[in-house]
């Protein structure tokens, strides 16, 4: 039976994009979801209404913006907007996982940086702090000039693989950005790591080139922050058995999943992939070869620390 957390002051709402997971976080803090109704008046303009006093109340809000993004990008900000005016004393807003982050820089000309746009969005609603996890860019904290708490998934993932056991383990970027993330995981599991040199020739489209590093005869975890068609994950993987790989795993923090996705995991080489739920799957995506963890415990920790004015980066380790 859990315990009830003590301090009254603390609210935990959830709006409508993963309430499994802040049914869960809730349950780890000790204390039961906030009282609010998210509906649509008949044009689809969306209306929110908080069904209990918390004024003077430190309010976190869970609500990953993950499709339909837009959707539930406006329900988080009208309900800042409802919960400024019903004088919260801070509004903490935790999104497991943070939509529009892929834009974070100008690569191109005339393009848009919608990862700071959404950072000023949310800050303008009136949001005093930001709890994620595994943010695309690790620099989209810059972003932000109210405090940012950028939880890990490498614990999760890397203790779940730590458990099965495997024999001969390379750990290994899908491209050069994610370097930093395997090396982490690679520390953890005592591996090596190896490298998928690729070029992308348009988004959601990617060619492998080279594989850096000894993979013949080896057991290789590939490692991203975010699966979105799979195909990278799925190229590389295929691309890791041609070279001599025993087999393939594969882990995500985030599992967007959208179009041929889950297609592409089933006919690939990939035995097993492992996902947290910072993005609910839904039944059609729930196949024998994806492997759920749950993110609950440490962000209803993360909550913990925050609302106690206690350290967080002991949740890193």
Not at 48 to 65: A, D, F, H, K, P
Request: aromatic share 4%; glycine share 6%.
């Amino acid at each position: 039976m859990a315990s009830t957390y003590e301090d009254k002051s603390l609210k935990v709402f959830s709006l409508n994009s993963n309430n499994e997971l802040a049914e869960d976080i809730a349950s780890h803090i000790g204390t039961k979801l906030g009282k609010c109704t998210v509906s649509r008046f008949s044009d689809g303009e969306i209306q929110i209404n908080i069904e209990e006093s918390i004024r003077g109340c430190e309010v976190y809000v869970v609500q990953s913006t993950c499709s339909p993004v837009n959707e539930h990008l406006m329900e988080l900000l009208i309900m800042i907007d409802a919960l400024k005016r019903a004088s919260a004393r801070s509004i903490n807003i935790v999104i497991p996982y943070y939509g529009y982050a892929r834009q974070d820089r100008k690569a191109r000309s005339r393009e848009p940086i919608t990862a700071k746009l959404i950072a000023n969005l949310l800050e303008t609603a009136g949001a005093s702090r930001v709890i994620t996890l595994d943010l695309h860019a690790p620099q989209i904290q810059g972003f932000f000039d109210v405090p940012i708490d950028h939880l890990q998934g490498v614990p999760i993932l890397s203790d779940y693989f730590e458990k099965m056991n495997l024999d001969d383990i390379v750990v290994v970027s899908p491209d050069h950005g994610g370097v930093t993330r395997a090396r982490k995981m690679a520390e953890r599991l005592r591996a090596p790591i190896g490298i998928i040199d690729k070029r992308r020739p348009k988004p959601n489209v990617a060619e492998v080139m080279n594989i850096i590093g000894n993979v013949e005869g080896k057991t290789a975890i590939l490692i991203d922050d975010i699966i979105d068609t799979a195909g990278t994950i799925t190229i590389a993987a295929n691309a890791l058995v041609e070279k001599g790989a025993k087999e393939v795993y594969a882990c995500c923090t985030h599992p967007v999943l959208s179009g041929p996705a889950i297609e592409r995991i089933e006919n690939s080489q990939i035995k097993e992939l492992v996902v947290t739920n910072t993005i609910p799957l839904s039944d059609e995506k729930r196949i024998d070869k994806i492997t759920e963890l749950s993110v609950a415990s440490l962000i209803g920790e993360a909550i913990i620390r925050v609302h106690e004015m206690k350290s967080v980066s002991i949740l890193f380790d």
